[in-house]
Nanobody, 125 residues
């Protein structure tokens, strides 16, 4: 069973930074798309950033471009979301999701079958 596990959330003042981590335990040879999503109170869940572990290709939502960076470690088991210049609108529950497959590219419209429990990020202005 593929179960993403998130860590690293918390509270920060506007302008600050946080780094989220997501561990997706699969075979080292498994390629996959790993994505970060967020859902603010009263809003729909939205994609934030997605990485393709095979080609290390990355896509970002317009709202986070230039501020957030998605990356993976050398083992491709852990995916990070570095969030800089945080603003109050970034406050949300953040979810990590995974989809196995030999993809060369994972667009923001990628659907994911495996989801983490979510982790809270709160930005105070």
């Amino acid at each position: 069973q593929v179960q993403p596990v998130e860590s690293g959330g918390g509270s920060v003042q506007a302008g600050g930074s946080l780094r989220l981590s997501c561990v997706v335990s699969t075979s080292p040879n498994d390629n996959k798309c790993v994505g970060w999503f967020r859902q603010a109170p009263g809003k729909e869940r939205e994609p934030v950033a997605i990485i393709n572990t095979r080609g290390n290709r990355k896509v970002y939502a317009d709202s986070v471009k230039g501020r957030f960076t998605i990356s993976q470690d050398n083992s491709k088991a852990t995916t990070f979301l570095q969030m800089n210049a945080l603003v109050a609108d970034d406050t949300a529950m953040y979810y990590c999701a995974a989809r196995l497959g030999d993809f060369w590219y994972c667009p923001l419209t990628t659907t994911f079958p495996f989801w983490g429990q979510g982790i809270q990020v709160a930005v105070s202005s």
